[in-house]
């Protein structure tokens, strides 16, 4: 009975969808920075140490003006995305920022950025296997993204200090 049991199960995995080219996403760093790219989704577990990542598929460093660099999510990942982390450009070097793109299902189908300047993003799964998606990563977006981080963090460190400062008899 368990070698029975054994091989339907072995006939079902095999007449599966194939598990080694299911989504490539490729990534161009079209920018004048260095960054780091993290491709991550569910059923995968690697996690950098240092950047609060989980479900890190793969990563690479991406030198400025460089690519493409891309990694295919094998069968069964789910909720893809490709987040980017850089250092803040222009008045926010002391940001850390991050820049994230997943698989949406809108209207057309595609990888976009996520609405989210902290990387949060509900990430849907791509449909069925061998499509191919690119991303570039230009000056703007680092510019554009870096500066709203920058105005936030500025934002919530005046909020802490009108708090602190009130809970010391200070206003």
Same mark, same amino acid.
């Given at each position: 009975?368990?070698?029975? @049991?054994?091989a339907i199960?072995?006939?079902?995995?095999s007449?599966g969808p194939?598990a080694?080219?299911?989504?490539?996403?490729?990534?161009?760093? +079209?920018?004048?920075?260095k960054?780091?790219?993290?491709?991550?989704?569910?059923?995968c577990?690697g996690?950098?140490?240092?950047?609060? @990542?989980?479900?890190?598929?793969?990563?690479?460093?991406?030198?400025?003006?460089? $690519?493409?660099?891309?990694?295919?999510?094998?069968? $069964?990942?789910?909720?893809?995305?490709?987040?980017?982390?850089?250092? $803040?450009?222009?008045?926010?070097?002391?940001?850390?920022?991050? @820049?994230?793109?997943?698989?949406?299902?809108d209207?057309?189908?595609?990888?976009?950025?996520?609405?989210?300047?902290?990387?949060?993003c509900?990430?849907?799964?791509?449909?069925?296997?061998g499509?191919?998606?690119?991303i570039?990563?230009?000056?703007?977006?680092?510019? +554009?993204?870096? @500066?709203?981080?920058?105005?936030?963090?500025?934002?919530?460190?005046?909020?802490?200090?009108?708090?602190? $400062?009130?809970?010391?008899?200070?206003?």
């Amino acid at each position: 009975m368990k070698t029975r @049991l054994a091989a339907i199960a072995l006939l079902a995995l095999s007449a599966g969808p194939a598990a080694h080219a299911c989504a490539t996403i490729r990534v161009y760093n +079209d920018s004048d920075h260095k960054i780091h790219a993290f491709w991550t989704a569910g059923g995968c577990g690697g996690m950098p140490k240092y950047d609060e @990542l989980f479900l890190v598929c793969h990563s690479r460093w991406m030198e400025p003006r460089s $690519g493409p660099d891309s990694y295919t999510f094998p069968w $069964g990942k789910t909720a893809q995305a490709v987040t980017f982390v850089f250092n $803040g450009v222009e008045h926010a070097e002391e940001e850390h920022v991050r @820049l994230t793109y997943s698989y949406h299902k809108d209207h057309s189908p595609k990888y976009q950025q996520c609405g989210s300047s902290d990387g949060a993003c509900g990430a849907a799964t791509i449909p069925a296997c061998g499509h191919h998606y690119s991303i570039n990563v230009t000056n703007q977006k680092l510019i +554009d993204l870096s @500066l709203d981080c920058a105005v936030k963090e500025a934002a919530a460190r005046a909020t802490e200090e009108r708090t602190h $400062g009130s809970h010391n008899g200070h206003h």
